[in-house]
């Protein structure tokens, strides 16, 4: 036990440590009130200049955050919090957070503590009625996935609510996972996560590995660094993987599909070889 609370400690981070000081300064409080203040916090600056905040995405209430819900199963499972059913309950003292931290995020605190949650909710939708799209309560906005054709995304760089909420403004429909071997260190991009957060979004989840870069192919340019052998190899190889072309050339006619790896950069990634074959076999792609 001892070891896994002095590991939580070397990873906390300064949204970590704001989350834990919103829930002793209230001592017992909802998820959704939680989660809206803290939505609050993330569009001041004050506070996003000094921390890496939480990012947010639409769903059935407004703003929420996979990252969030993540870091208060982890502190439940530690004994620093008590999460019963919609009630989260502290179990520590304050975090030592700088003075101009503890300003910002006991000014916004201030400002919310008055509000029911429902006041708070309805405060959110007024002033971002795009994260009400998906709501269940109600909708200040239309959300429409008009649009079909195909883009490329890395997920470098990015939390996973920051990459959905890419997704979101693409109307995306569906998510294909174009990595061999579809898992990572990073939370929330492990094939099963992203199925179950894509689900929650009502946007399809497909792992196609096979147009992924097999193991020998990602080694070979580790250890040389040869680009051009690299996607010429890569090129190769989908060449004769007719089917899953025609499939995704067929389904992006219908829908609108994100190839997804996980480069920043699309020249540094076998996704821009994929949908430049793609684009030379007729579909509409649009490589990032």
């Known amino acids: 036990m001892m070891y896994i609370i002095s ?16 829930l002793e300064k209230s001592k017992q409080c909802s998820k959704i009130r939680l989660t809206k203040v803290l939505f609050l916090m993330s569009r001041d600056n004050e506070i996003t200049q000094t921390v890496k905040f939480y990012g947010f995405v639409p769903y059935h209430y407004g703003p929420y955050s996979f990252e969030l819900f993540h870091d208060l199963q982890t502190f439940d499972n530690d004994g620093f919090i008590q999460i019963k059913g919609n009630e989260i309950i502290s179990n520590r003292g304050e975090e030592n957070l700088s003075k101009e931290l503890k300003r910002a995020v006991d000014n916004i605190i201030s400002r919310t503590e008055s509000l029911s949650d429902r006041a708070l909710v309805d405060l959110i939708y007024d002033r971002y009625p795009e994260y009400s799209i998906f709501s269940r309560y109600k909708r200040k906005m239309a959300y429409n996935r008009d649009t079909v054709g195909i883009i490329t995304i890395g997920y470098e760089g990015y939390s996973i609510d920051e990459f959905f909420m890419r997704l979101v403004n693409e109307k995306i429909h569906a998510l294909v996972d174009v990595r061999n071997n579809p898992w990572s260190m990073k939370f929330g991009f492990r094939q099963h996560q992203l199925d179950s957060y894509c689900e929650k979004l009502s946007i399809d989840y497909i792992s196609m590995p096979s147009l992924g870069v097999p193991e020998d192919i990602r080694n070979n340019l580790k250890a040389t660094g040869d680009y051009p052998f690299f996607f010429r190899t890569y090129r190769k190889l989908i060449q004769g993987q007719i089917d899953n072309l025609d499939y995704l050339k067929g389904l992006s006619k219908k829908k609108r599909i994100a190839l997804m790896c996980f480069e920043h950069e699309p020249n540094r990634c076998h996704r821009s070889a994929l949908g430049t074959e793609l684009i030379r076999r007729g579909a509409e792609v649009t490589i990032r």
Do not use: S
């Open 7 to 22: 590991t939580i400690w070397i990873m906390m981070n300064g949204r970590m440590k704001c989350l834990l000081y919103i």
